[in-house]
């Protein structure tokens, strides 16, 4: 069994900064890739950020140049610092991790989410 839990949503005004953490643990020989999505009151999940194996990243235009994801691949934790903060950033953030278990699966995992709102 594999747990991915987020932390440090909150209220920021706009044009602040936040951090959010994203660690997975359980049953995990590896993992290949995390990354952020997010998804607002009627809205679609959408991918914010992702980072792979190797480190390369991937971004939403929506948020290039002003988040950065970061992964501690030895902690199997993702990062992503948001700055510069837009009222229409607030959302639901969720972490998604892809894993490999003992059993040769590999299974994307779900965070329960954590609540981002930007004040204007």
């Known amino acids: 069994q594999v747990q991915v839990v987020e932390s440090g949503g909150g209220l920021v005004q706009a044009g602040g900064s936040l951090r959010l953490s994203c660690a997975a643990s359980?049953?995990?020989?590896?993992?290949?890739?995390m990354g952020w999505h997010r998804q607002a009151p009627g809205n679609q999940r959408e991918l914010v950020a992702s980072i792979a194996s190797g480190g390369i990243t991937n971004y939403a235009d929506s948020v290039k140049g002003r988040f950065t994801i970061s992964r501690d691949r030895a902690k199997n934790t993702v990062y992503l610092q948001m700055s510069s903060l837009k009222p229409e950033d607030t959302a639901v953030y969720y972490c998604?991790?892809?894993?490999?278990?003992?059993?040769?699966?590999?299974?994307?995992?779900w965070g329960q989410g954590t609540q981002v709102t930007v004040a204007s």
């Open positions: 998604n991790t892809e894993a490999l278990t003992p059993s040769g699966d590999r299974y994307h995992y």
């Open positions: 359980g049953r995990i020989l590896s993992i290949s890739a």
